[in-house]
């Protein structure tokens, strides 16, 4: 009997190590293979043709701008990660963020509340009609994008190979929008940040501005166009579209563009003391007759070749990767003058600036850049 017991005893013993042995072999199979405390990193997506251009890679460079940014507590925004980690996403007019509001048909209407959190914390969400004033981040694909490079009469860059650089700013206004500043539902429809950091870094730049803007701020205007560092451009009166089917923005029939743009001139004109010799179309919409008529009044036509997205974009590192992928040369490109409609635009330029000025390029208004190509 006792010997049984022992045989019984060492049976179950057996079994019982053999099973904990089982265990420990499937707990090893099963352990991730990196440590457990640690978030694995994954790789963003990347779009190749960012980085195939020329002088365009941003190993080391833009990194350490980035350190010295932040160093100088100019950026509070810019993080400490690499910023090539962070993708780029393909661009879709359709998916262009308009704060939650849409328009159809030139009725506004509510889609979903925006997120506070994605705007800067200084400013206020879009309502229905702004959300539609700042130029979305490409022309639209459609016929109304006539030849923007290919007519002579509309400026979208100059041929050089010096390094040098246009960046300008939209300074949007419709009625609406004046409307709502006017009675206190929205603070201001422009970031005094962007206009710091230009000044700080001593970046002259071309201001298009719309006349209902230089209504609404009249001294901020004459300021401007006191600074040497700044030059005005015409941006059309109410920020309306000159073709139709440009994104939401209403539009104007070839009639009533000179009225459109001599109300704007007339308005820049009693603020700013100063007449702008520049165009620029809203929204990049337009078709032939429009530029017939506008060079007929004796304004140069300047579009861009380097579109920054910033309108609506809350995230400044997609501006800056957007703006350095493009820009060679000779460039002009499209900001805006910040506010709700573009949250981002300050921080992105405290990291582009000191960028092109570490790559040898020099900042220039549109007519100091034109004077270049005469």
């Known amino acids: 009997m006792p010997r049984v017991q022992i045989t019984v005893a ?57 350190c010295n940014v932040n160093e100088r507590g100019c950026s509070p925004a810019a993080p400490s990660v690499d910023t090539r980690q962070i993708a780029l996403p393909p661009y879709c007019p359709a998916d262009v963020p308009t704060n939650g509001y849409t328009a159809h048909n030139g009725v506004e209407t509510t889609t979903s509340s925006a997120d506070p959190s994605t705007i800067a914390s200084n400013v206020q969400p879009a309502a229905p009609s702004e959300a539609i ?30 390094k040098v650089i246009a960046f300008t700013f939209d300074f949007d206004m419709t009625p609406t929008m004046l409307d709502r500043l006017r009675t206190g539902r929205v603070k201001a429809w422009y970031d005094p940040e962007v206009l710091k950091v230009l000044e700080t870094e001593r970046v002259p730049s071309t201001i298009f501005v719309a006349g209902l803007a230089a209504v609404a701020y009249p001294d901020l205007l004459y300021s401007l166009a006191q600074n040497p560092l700044y030059e ?70 300047v579009q861009w070749d380097v579109v920054s997205s910033d309108a609506f ?43 092109f000025k570490e790559q040898g ?6 007519s100091q850049l034109l004077q270049l190509q005469s």
């Not at 004033?133 to 190979?161: C, F, G, M, Q, Y």
């Not at 460039?331 to 003058?337: C, E, G, T």
């Not at 390029?361 to 549109?366: E, H, L, R």
């Open 10 to 66: 060492r049976v179950v013993g057996w079994c019982f190590a053999l099973l904990i042995g089982m265990a420990l072999v499937f707990a090893t199979s099963m352990r991730p293979p990196w440590p457990l405390n640690v978030t694995p990193r994954v790789a963003a997506t990347e779009t190749p043709s960012v980085w195939d251009a020329e002088a365009r890679t941003l190993n080391g460079a833009v990194s350490q701008i980035v």
């Open 133 to 162: 004033a700042a130029t979305p981040s490409e022309p639209p694909s459609s016929s109304v994008k006539v030849a923007l490079l290919r007519n002579a009469d509309v400026v979208t860059r100059i041929n050089t190979t010096q």
């Open 232 to 301: 005005i451009g015409n941006h059309s009166n109410r920020h309306f579209a000159f073709a139709p089917r440009c994104y939401t923005l209403p539009s104007i029939a070839d009639r009533e563009d000179k009225d459109e743009v001599d109300a704007a001139q007339q308005n820049i004109r009693k603020a700013a003391e100063v007449t702008p010799q520049y165009f620029r179309f809203p929204g990049g919409c337009y078709e032939s007759k429009d530029v017939e008529i506008i060079t007929q009044m004796g304004l140069t036509i």
């Open 313 to 355: 974009n809350p995230n400044w590192a997609v501006i800056m990767r957007r703006v350095i992928a493009q820009a060679r040369p000779g460039s002009i490109v499209l900001f805006h003058l910040g506010g709700p409609n573009a949250p981002q635009t300050a921080n992105a330029l405290k990291v582009l600036i000191p960028f």
């Open 361 to 366: 390029y020099t900042f220039v208004t549109i």
